[in-house]
């Protein structure tokens, strides 16, 4: 056996092994950094164009679809209602009157859902979404487990008020036998909300100088026959605009309906 020829084998063969380690490690490292690098690029593009945004929630979220039915309103409860002129229509929509008109003592929601829990069936179910200036309403969004559920016709609480800045009456829909439906028996971890703000930025949403002044979780809904909802993350833009994501998927709707917001 030619013992030169060997070990002159067994070297290239070392070398060429450890080439490739040198390799492998500078392609991990290149990864590691382009990751930090990818964290990093989304917060100087937005510092760039002068975009900030609230403290947002920074831990994991799991939750999941959830679906309802529409209510259906009975004489005998309706007729309790004091200082009222209650009327059903189609058996799950309330309108109601209010025999004198009611003046809005507090321009601040918690004086308005204190009056709605008071004065308005299931009146505990709603909370305070805004006010549309086009035709003067009061909005009331139904929540479930303290999160709102946006703009659905089946869970909506509307007072109308006049020139007077009086409530007049109002419209009521609700949904009553709230389910989770849950994937695999399990909630589903959500998309975080620096990500929906990411898809805002990337579709043009937030322009230069823009500020996310507030941020919630709330439902959206996604097959209006069937009464399921999804999750939703729901921002504002400078105060007045509306953002909507869909918190599992990412996509993004948006509302333009004008209204003011009562703190």
Do not use: C
């Not at 009975?74 to 009327?87: K, M, T």
């Not at 004086?111 to 200036?133: A, C, D, P, R």
């Not at 898809?199 to 097959?223: A, C, I």
């Not at 399921?228 to 509306?242: D, G, L, Q, R, S």
Request: glycine share 4%.
């Amino acid at each position: 056996m030619d013992w030169s020829k060997t070990k002159t084998i067994f070297i290239i063969v070392f070398l060429i092994l450890d080439l490739f380690l040198a390799f492998q490690f500078v392609e991990k490292r290149d990864q590691n950094q382009l990751g930090i690098i990818a964290e990093t690029t989304l917060e100087d593009q937005l510092e760039a164009n002068e975009i900030s945004y609230v403290d947002l929630p920074k831990e994991t979220i799991k939750e999941t679809y959830i679906t309802g039915k529409s209510k259906e309103f009975i004489a005998n409860e309706v007729e309790a209602l004091q200082g009222q002129i209650p009327e059903i229509i189609n058996n799950t929509k309330l309108e109601s009157v209010f025999e004198t008109p009611v003046p809005i003592e507090e321009e601040t929601a918690e004086w308005l859902n204190t009056f709605v829990k008071n004065h308005v069936l299931e009146g505990g179910s709603y909370m305070f979404w805004g006010y549309e200036e086009q035709h003067k309403l009061l909005l009331f969004f139904q929540h479930y487990n303290g999160k709102p559920v946006y703009y659905n016709q089946n869970a909506l609480l509307a007072i109308h008020v006049n020139e007077e800045n009086e409530m007049i009456g109002y419209e009521q829909t609700l949904l009553v036998d709230i389910e989770e439906m849950m994937v695999g028996g399990n909630k589903q971890e959500i998309l975080p909300p620096i990500k929906a703000i990411e898809n805002m930025y990337k579709r043009n949403d937030l322009k230069p100088g823009s500020k996310v002044t507030k941020v919630e979780l709330g439902y959206f809904t996604l097959v209006p026959d069937a009464q399921v909802f999804v999750p939703t993350w729901h921002f504002i833009v400078n105060n007045k605009e509306n953002f909507f994501i869909n918190a599992f998927e990412g996509q993004i709707i948006r509302d333009n309906t004008q209204w003011s917001e009562v703190e």
